[in-house]
Every structure is written in C-alpha cells, then in structure tokens.
C-alpha cells in the first residue's frame, strides 16, 4: 500500500510540504513556510537569474536537460538491436514501456517538468518518417498520393502540437482578482455569495446557480468554476484536465480542442502509415497478420528495422488511442480528468463502462449539449508567462 501511495499524482490543489517529498530518507515535518517554498523551489529547478540580455538565448539555456540524451541516443540504438532477431525485438520493445513508466513516475513523484517525452515523442515521429522515405519509397510500392497523405498528416500533427503549447489558459492573477479576494475575506458569507455569482455572471454571460470561484490554496488567488492548480507548472488553469507529459503542458480551457485534434491526427497518420509499411514488407500478407507473421523480413537489416518500427509505433499508437478514447468519454459526460480524479478520491462520481469514465453528473447536460459546450467554449483570460518558454 505504500508503495502504490507513492505512484499516486500529485494531489491536484494542496500545497506541497517538505514532509511529502522522498529524496531524503528523513520523515521530519515542519510548519516553516519559507522553508516549504525554498523546498518547492528547489523541487521546480527553477533556473536563477544569469544576466542573460536574449531571451531567446535565455530560454534555450534554462530548457538544456540532460533527460534529452537518452531520446536521441539510445532510441535509435534500441531499435536497430531489436532488427537484429526477432527475440531480441520482442524482449527491448517490451522493456521499452517500462523504462519509459520507470522514469514517469520517478518525474511525477517529484513534481517536476521534464522535456524527455516530448523529446521521445517528436524525436519517434521524425525517425519513423525518415525511415519511411529512406527505405519504404524506394521500393516502389507506395504511389506519391500516399507519400503526400502521410507527410500532410505529419506537418498537420505539429502544427497542431505548436498550437496546442501555446497554453493552456492559466488564470490571470490580476489586480481585479487581488481586490476580489479583499473583498471576500472581509464580507459575510452572503454578500461574498452574491459578489462571486455577480463575478461569474460578467465573465461568463451565463447565472449558474451552483457554480462558484474558489480560492486557490497555493496561489492564493481566487479562480473561476472548474479551475484548478498544477502542481507541475505551478499555476491555476482554466478547465484544467490534466498535466499532459507528452507535450510538457497542462490541458485546460485555452489548448483542450487542439489537444484532442493533434491526438486523432496522430492516431489517423500512424495506422496509415503503419499499414503502407507492412503492405510494403509483407505484400503477400494481410495487415493485421503481418504484423505478427511476416516471413523473411529479417533477412535484410533496413526491413528488418522497418518492421520492428512498425511495432514500436504500434505500441505508441495503442496507448495514444487509449488517451484519445479516455478523452471523447470524458468530453461526453461533460468531466474533466481532474474532476474525475478528485470525484474517485471523495467517492462521489460513478463508473461508467466498465471505469472508462467517471461521471459526476455535475456539468453534464446531454450528450450533444456536452460536445456543443466543448466544441464552442473560448479562454475568457489573459495567458500568464507570455513568453517564448511557453513553445516548450
């Protein structure tokens, strides 16, 4: 049980204690405020003040991680020694998965921001389509309209991660929020009622009658119905859903349309692909068998590589479909992951088929009116960290 404790996410809202932390083996608590958000700061790496006059120079220096190298080193390395026999690329691809978990939770567990999977993530997409254009297209088997749907499907996936980092929709600590909260701390509970609903009311053009703005416990700043605090980026989101490591950003208000786009486009170009690369080695085959028989396609290293790609890409698609089904469920219950989180922490929300989605009956309105709501909701905010470290 303490073991699974420590695997947990970071509990979405409460302010982080020396006490949580387990890079030390001491188990002393403290009530030092300064201590804890020195302790926190540490924790965050963030970087101090070099003189630096280029903010661009700034901001490549502040992201160099040593976390990158493995991406582009050993991911090469593994797959060409997983083309060398087929038990050799059974035992690494299985591997695989869970050294890339390994390092997931050991990240998560110290809250932190960390570029290596969206360095793996971007590194996988342009390995696998030099390889589709070094080794597939000289074997004349995929015509140019092909080439030209898979390569559309790549530069639509970036633009679509491009525009899904340009921020999530953090809420704005504004000096409108300060006054706000003055007012709240020194008003009784009924006038702060009907100030915050008047609140809501202006920024949304809606009068919810249970919705309320909350104060966050660690920025200290009051936040509209349905925000929350990342503990990785250190601020409230609008809507916040979910802190996504795959593109080093948190999902809210601002980013989740594009997040879901650049998840189907991705899927959509990967089985594609997928199949023109095995219709390619194995053209005597159908595609769902040949991807498990394939004779004679270790017999020469560049299909040998080839196909062992296509199952490392297999395995990446399968989990991204996974994220992308999770994804559609939640947007139909009209629930964010981090409202499901919270619903099955206090025991207030219900699986729905089969635990694929928590619902907490509390936003929902109906299928349609659900994706309705989500297809035309728009960031109310002004992003905070306007800055070029936003673009990773």
Not at 315 to 329: E, K, P, R, S
Request: one cysteine or more.
């Amino acid at each position: 049980t303490m073991k699974w404790e420590k695997l947990k996410p970071p509990e979405p809202d409460d302010p982080m204690c020396c006490c949580e932390c387990d890079i030390y083996q001491y188990r002393c608590c403290c009530d030092c405020e300064d201590l804890d958000e020195a302790f926190n700061r540490w924790l965050k790496e963030k970087p101090l003040s070099c003189g630096l006059q280029s903010p661009v120079l700034r901001t490549m220096i502040n992201h160099l991680e040593i976390s990158m190298i493995p991406a582009l080193l050993l991911l090469p390395l593994l797959l060409k020694a997983a083309a060398l026999h087929y038990l050799l690329g059974i035992t690494i691809l299985t591997a695989l998965p869970g050294l890339v978990l390994s390092y997931y939770y050991a990240t998560h567990r110290r809250k932190r921001r960390t570029l290596f999977f969206l360095t793996l993530a971007l590194y996988s997409l342009a390995y696998m389509y030099y390889l589709f254009i070094v080794e597939i297209l000289p074997r004349g088997d995929v015509s140019p309209l092909q080439t030209c749907a898979v390569t559309t499907g790549m530069i639509l996936t970036i633009v679509s991660l491009i525009y899904t980092k340009r921020g999530p929709g953090f809420v704005p600590a504004s000096r409108h929020e300060v006054n706000r909260q003055r007012m709240v701390a020194k008003d009784d509970s009924t006038r702060s009622d009907g100030f915050i609903q008047a609140t809501v009311a202006e920024q949304t053009g809606k009068h919810p009658p249970t919705t309320k703005w909350s104060l966050c416990p660690v920025c200290k700043i009051m936040r509209p119905p349905r925000a929350g605090h990342c503990r990785t980026c250190g601020s409230c989101v609008q809507r916040l859903d979910h802190h996504c490591i795959w593109i080093n950003s948190c999902v809210g208000q601002a980013n989740h349309r594009s997040f879901l786009q650049t998840l189907c486009v991705f899927v959509l170009t990967s089985v594609y692909g997928i199949g023109l690369v095995l219709r390619s080695l194995c053209p005597r085959q159908y595609r769902m068998t040949a991807l498990f028989y394939c004779p004679g396609v270790y017999s020469q290293p560049s299909t040998a590589l080839c196909f062992t790609c296509c199952w490392y890409s297999s395995i990446i698609t399968v989990g991204l479909l996974y994220l992308l089904v999770a994804q559609v469920l939640n947007i139909s219950f009209n629930v964010t992951g981090r409202e499901a989180q919270l619903a099955l922490r206090n025991k207030k929300g219900q699986s729905r088929l089969w635990g694929l989605v928590i619902d907490t009956g509390e936003y929902s309105r109906g299928f349609y009116q659900n994706w309705a709501e989500f297809l035309t909701m728009a960031d109310s905010s002004v992003t905070l960290h306007s800055s070029p470290t936003d673009l990773v």
